[in-house]
Each structure stands twice: as structure tokens, then as C-alpha cells.
Nanobody, 120 residues
């Protein structure tokens, strides 16, 4: 069983940066694909980024967001720069026991989410 816990959300202004963290417990994530998703009010949950042995990004965040992970700390990060009001959402980290990420992959484990609000 894998437990995920996000942190680092908050209220920022447009153009600011924020770094989200996802602490992973229960398993080391060497054999897992890790991902970030977000859900804005009234909208479906959308893919943001994923890490297998490469990085994968949604077009809407490419060039602004960076996914990374620290295997020694069992923690994944999402560095978000040049934030926009449309980035406002609850951000979730997710994990799936797999080798490579593919589009529309069904992740098995989810965190509770952390709110990110970007004001104008």
C-alpha cells in the first residue's frame, strides 16, 4: 500500500512561484510512475505532469512547471513558476506501479490534494 501526502499549496499572485511536495510512504517509489493532476471547481481532474524515467507535461504547463523527485527522501515535487489564475485548482499527486507513463494511465494511489489559488 502506498500513502501520498501533498503539501505546499497556498494563495499567490499571478507571476509568482510555488513548490508542491508529495511525501510517499509505504513503498519506495523506484518502481512507480508518479504524477501530478489538478481539478478546478466544476471541472474534471486533468493531468499536469508525470515522472517515469523521463518527464511528461501537459501543454498548458510546459515550460512553467517542473516535476522532480528525491528518491532518498521518497518525495516528489512540482515546481510551478509564472503562475496564472487559470492554474487555480486542487493539486493531487498520484502513483502507479509501472515502468513507463502513457496517456490516460489509470493511477492506483492518490493523495488528498492541496489547494493552489492564483489571484490576478
Amino acid at each position: 500500500q502506498v500513502q501520498l501526502a501533498e503539501s505546499g499549496g497556498g494563495l499567490v499572485q499571478a507571476g509568482d512561484s510555488l513548490r508542491l511536495s508529495c511525501a510517499v510512504s509505504g513503498r519506495t517509489f523506484g518502481n512507480y510512475v508518479m504524477g501530478w493532476f489538478r481539478q478546478a471547481p466544476g471541472k474534471e481532474r486533468d493531468f499536469v505532469a508525470a515522472w517515469d524515467r523521463t518527464t511528461n507535461y501537459a501543454d498548458s504547463v510546459k515550460g512553467r512547471f517542473t516535476i522532480s523527485r528525491d528518491n532518498a527522501k521518497n518525495t516528489m515535487y512540482l515546481q510551478m513558476n509564472s503562475l496564472k489564475p487559470e492554474d487555480t485548482a486542487v493539486y493531487y499527486c498520484a502513483a502507479k506501479r509501472a515502468t513507463y507513463y502513457y496517456t490516460n494511465m489509470d493511477f492506483d494511489y492518490w493523495g488528498q490534494g492541496t489547494q493552489v489559488t492564483v489571484s490576478t
